[in-house]
Every structure is written in structure tokens, then in C-alpha cells.
């Protein structure tokens, strides 16, 4: 992949991580006093702000280090998201049939990972690229594969089953997954309050696609 470390940020500075999904929606009024409302991204972008996870000198060190060697915004990298890095619950742990990847027509065999954000009002699938490496669990209808039975390209998200499932065979997932993203700034500003002690004034970090 392009500009793309598959590297993961420090997971101990995500921790204070302050942010999540971000969308666009243009809103015009109208001379009667309703809106029309539009958006512009088919999906969210997530934003988060890292600065108020770095305390000390060693994870300042740490940070500038990781700052360097993607070479400011140049290159991307993996970020889990404490909030949202599971099929399932943060509490939970995955099981087979968490998240809806399609349904067999007999033929197909390869899957897209995704996560189905919703209720009965209205839905938001986001596709998933970055699955956590031996955590993917797949199931077909009500029984789950063995790990032999499926492969997983774990910097596409695209599972590979070995046999196509028959048409109209629920094929489902669960899994851990990080998010691709990249520094928000090509500066880095830190703070020294005392000795021994400094922190980052800010440090962004948004969501980019693969």
C-alpha cells in the first residue's frame, strides 16, 4: 500500500484518546423556514486528538520517535481505537456471527470484512480493512468455520473461504480490526511544564482510506 506503515501507534498513548466519527452534511434553508439537508461522504471519517495520553518525558520520547519515522503526515499506520476496534462490544470478545458480510449465491467466495453501525431507523456499513492478525472468526448460516476453511488478507480485510457457500447462506464475521490513519500535522509541538514531566499540545490524528 501506498505511503502505508502497517505499524501500530503505541497503544498505552491512545489510551486519553478524544474523538470518533466525523460526517459532512450540507444544510441549506429555505425562504419558508424548513432545511434540505445533505451529505457529502458516503461514509464517517474519524478524527481523534492523542496529546492528552503524553505525560512524561518517555512518552514524549516515544511519540517523537513514532512522529519521525512516518515522516510527519507522509505515511499512514494503524491506530486501535479504544472505543470501536471490535465486531462486537468493547467488553465482549468476537464470535462468528457478529457482523453481516453477505449472503452465498453459490459461487462467491471471496468477502469484504464490515461493521453495520444501526437501528431500526437507519444503518451505516463501514467496510473494514484492518482486521487484528489470527482474530477473525467466520460463521455460514449457524455453524462456524474451522480456521483452515477460510484465508484473511489482514491489510485489505478480504476473507477467502475455500468452498463457496450455497445461495442464500448467511456468511458472517467477528473480529478486532485498527483503523488506518495518518498524523493530521507535519509539527510536532511539546510542551516542557517541569522537570521530568512535558506534554503535546495537540496531536491529531484522522482517518484515511486504503
Wanted: glycine share 10%.
Amino acid at each position: 500500500m501506498t505511503a502505508f506503515h502497517n505499524i501500530n501507534f503505541p497503544l498505552k498513548l491512545a489510551r486519553g484518546a478524544i474523538g470518533g466519527p466525523e460526517r459532512v452534511t450540507e444544510v441549506v434553508a429555505l425562504a419558508n423556514g424548513r432545511e434540505v439537508r445533505n451529505t457529502c461522504l458516503s461514509r464517517s471519517r474519524r478524527r481523534w486528538d492523542v496529546g492528552s495520553a503524553i505525560r512524561n518525558l518517555d512518552d514524549l520520547s516515544e511519540i517523537t520517535a513514532f512522529f519521525e519515522a512516518r515522516l510527519g503526515r507522509l505515511h499512514g499506520f494503524r491506530f486501535s481505537d479504544p472505543a470501536d476496534h471490535k465486531s462486537c462490544r468493547p467488553s465482549q470478545m468476537p464470535g462468528p456471527f457478529d457482523q453481516l458480510l453477505g449472503t452465498g449465491n453459490g459461487s462467491q467466495k471471496v468477502f469484504q470484512l464490515q461493521k453495520t453501525y444501526g437501528d431500526a431507523a437507519g444503518n451505516s456499513v463501514r467496510p473494514i480493512h484492518l482486521p487484528g492478525l489470527g482474530t477473525v472468526r467466520v460463521g455460514i448460516g449457524t455453524t462456524e468455520l474451522p480456521a483452515s476453511a477460510f484465508s484473511v488478507d489482514t491489510q485489505t480485510g478480504l476473507i477467502t473461504l475455500s468452498t463457496a457457500p450455497a445461495a442464500g447462506q448467511s456468511v458472517r464475521a467477528g473480529f478486532s480490526f485498527d483503523t488506518p490513519v495518518r498524523f493530521d500535522s507535519d509539527r510536532l509541538d511539546i510542551a516542557h511544564d517541569a522537570f521530568e514531566a512535558g506534554r503535546v499540545i495537540s496531536l491529531a490524528l484522522v482517518e484515511i482510506l486504503l
